[in-house]
């Protein structure tokens, strides 16, 4: 008895609600408008729901109804639930990207935990940015923390056949350019991608990061891939709900889960299901609010991980297929003797999160020894051209363009390559490797997802479906192709992709991880000497905020103020 009166002594939100002075009256009274009763405050977990419902952001557009079944679970195991909004961040929505403010709902997330009465955390994200930016948000306060994903729409269809957000847009895209598609059934696969609340249905980011805060052990089991509409998915809400106020009381905090061990599972896990490039710079983000020292080579523990998962855009399926395939349980369990010893929100070891789990469709989850393909996860590569670093998934390129050199042909910005792409006098062939600059984070700003920018008409019309793109920018996870990626330091930061010019050979060796401009190094820094930054494209509020400060995609784009935690009490009041 003693024991529970010291726990309920220790609570955080004790030194909201348990003072018996004019503070604690202020803070109970405003509160008991929305009818909590007096037990309420009596020093049981106050359990915060962060919740990034918005019908700005269709993906998470069912989770002020799954907010509820959470808040039944919490209920139930003798908490007190308490929904706040944080930023939502809609991926298809946002401009000039919903990346540029991924670390603004960080922000949100982290100040809003820190300066409220509240025990432990519930973060239900979904769409790209949500995820991360609500886990570093969280990571910063290192209160008991765990995930709800949105999960993901029902499987696309069009004329009768399975179609998948985002990988097919592209296709799509690529096919009315070339003449191979009517305008009218473009119009129409519109309405058959989308046919329930949810994220994406490929292996995007969106249920690349949900796979990850699984094989984290930061949700409980079968959250990467329960369809959003599913009424698992609600019972999985409440059994959250009960979850968190148990963690309360272990305080099994947000940093005994996310540790070095689960960050490499998370590494593996990303090559075994192709999960989207995203997935680098939103680990190396959240490593480092929490303290791990990942780094950005790290990420070839995953380079030689064959790829289980058969959902676009490496595969063919669909993440709904996924999840009566057996998802990630199966997955877990077939990449088993490569896991780490990692604890859980459950408490226990990941071991837990597929014991006994069995897969029911070989052709969507194959088994290690008969994998899609034998290496498939991110290549790193460094070179004159990348001395920071650069990415490149080898499962969603051409084979033969992984080791490539060509002449370069240079779009200065986005905006050069919009005007110019389908200009049927580009000096360009299936060889020549697009170069584009200006779109890393401080750049567009933001490192928007347009790193596989689209083939060059003239090429597409002669049946080109691939080239080598290089750029300091992100690509989509639903996007493929040989599209190297988050070249650092960007050009805007003055890196060497800033001095590439029109004519320079590059050369792709995924298998060396080399990345090069064959320039010699006195022409680089005669270059160098008249080169000069483009004006920023903000000058005021968070974007110039976000340029002055963000890190290099290296470093997981945060910004640089924002690394690390501060886990203490704010004792000072308002009134
Ligand atoms: Fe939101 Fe894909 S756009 S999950």
């Keep these: 008895m003693s024991d529970n009166k010291d726990k309920l002594k220790q609570r955080r939100s004790q030194a909201w609600y348990g003072k018996q002075d004019k503070d604690g009256f202020i803070h109970r009274s405003w509160m008991k408008n929305q009818g909590y009763p007096n037990h309420a405050f009596d020093g049981r977990p106050i359990i915060g729901i962060c919740n990034t419902w918005s019908e700005l952001n269709p993906c998470n557009s069912g989770l002020r109804d799954l907010a509820e079944y959470v808040k039944r679970g919490v209920w139930e195991a003798g908490g007190v639930p308490v929904e706040f909004p944080v930023m939502s961040l809609g991926e298809t929505q946002m401009k000039p990207t919903a990346m540029l403010f991924r670390n603004?709902?960080?922000?949100?997330?982290?100040?809003?935990?820190?300066?409220?009465?509240?025990?432990?955390?519930?973060?239900?994200?979904?769409?790209?940015?949500?995820?991360?930016?609500?886990?570093?948000?969280?990571?910063?306060?290192?209160?008991?923390?765990?995930?709800?994903?949105?999960?993901p729409m029902l499987n696309g269809k069009f004329k009768g056949k399975d179609i998948g957000s985002g990988t097919d847009v592209w296709k799509f895209s690529e096919a009315v350019r070339a003449g191979e598609m009517k305008l009218v059934d473009f119009m129409d696969a519109e309405a058959g991608m989308s046919r329930s609340k949810g994220v994406c249905i490929t292996m995007g980011t969106a249920s690349t990061m949900a796979s990850l805060v699984e094989a984290m052990g930061m949700s409980l089991p079968t959250n990467a891939a329960l369809p959003a509409v599913d009424a698992r998915r609600m019972t999985l809400a409440h059994m959250t709900g009960r979850r968190i106020v148990e963690m309360v009381d272990e305080d099994l905090k947000f940093s005994d889960v996310m540790t070095k061990e689960s960050f490499i599972n998370a590494i593996l896990t990303n090559a075994a299901v192709g999960g989207s490039t995203n997935a680098v710079v939103h680990l190396l983000a959240i490593a480092g609010r929490?303290?791990?020292?990942?780094?950005?080579?790290?990420?070839?523990?995953?380079?030689?991980?064959?790829?289980?998962?058969?959902?676009?855009?490496?595969?063919?399926?669909?993440?709904?297929?996924?999840?009566?395939?057996?998802?990630?349980?199966?997955?877990?369990?077939?990449?088993?003797?490569?896991?780490?010893?990692?604890?859980?929100?459950?408490?226990?070891?990941?071991?837990?999160?597929?014991?006994?789990?069995?897969?029911?469709?070989?052709?969507?989850?194959?088994?290690?020894?008969?994998?899609?393909k034998p290496a498939a996860g991110l290549r790193v590569l460094r070179g004159n051209l990348a001395p920071n670093g650069a990415i490149i998934k080898p499962s969603a390129a051409t084979q033969a363009l992984l080791e490539h050199e060509g002449e370069a042909y240079v779009f200065e910005n986005i905006e050069d390559l919009k005007a110019k792409i389908d200009d049927p006098d580009l000096p360009v062939t299936k060889d020549t490797v697009l170069v584009l600059k200006g779109c890393g984070p401080k750049g567009y700003p933001g490192m928007p997802e347009v790193g596989n920018m689209p083939i060059p008409a003239k090429l597409v019309q002669q049946g080109v479906k691939d080239m080598v793109r290089v750029s300091d920018a992100r690509m989509s996870g639903t996007a493929y192709g040989t599209v190297v990626l988050h070249v650092s330091p960007e050009a805007q930061a003055g890196g060497p992709l800033a001095l590439v010019k029109t004519g320079d050979r590059v050369r792709l060796s995924a298998s060396q991880g080399s990345l090069d401009v064959l320039v010699d190094e006195t022409e680089l820094a005669a270059r160098r000497a008249n080169w000069q930054a483009d004006d920023p494209h903000y000058t005021r509020g968070y974007a110039k905020l976000y340029i002055d400060h963000v890190m290099g995609a290296e470093h997981g784009a945060d910004l640089d103020f924002l690394v690390g935690k501060d886990t203490r009490l704010v004792t000072r009041e308002s009134h």
């Design 104 to 151: 603004l709902l960080a922000m949100d997330v982290e100040e809003s935990i820190r300066a409220y009465g509240i025990d432990g955390v519930v973060l239900l994200g979904g769409c790209d940015k949500t995820t991360p930016g609500q886990l570093m948000g969280a990571a910063s306060v290192d209160l008991p923390t765990i995930v709800i994903s949105s999960g």
């Design 290 to 372: 929490v303290g791990v020292e990942l780094g950005l080579d790290a990420f070839e523990l995953g380079s030689e991980v064959p790829l289980l998962v058969n959902c676009m855009p490496s595969g063919k399926y669909l993440i709904e297929d996924f999840c009566y395939a057996g998802g990630m349980p199966a997955v877990l369990a077939e990449i088993e003797s490569l896991l780490q010893p990692a604890k859980t929100v459950l408490g226990g070891d990941i071991s837990a999160y597929h014991d006994g789990a069995e897969c029911y469709n070989r052709d969507v989850i194959r088994p290690l020894t008969e994998p899609l």
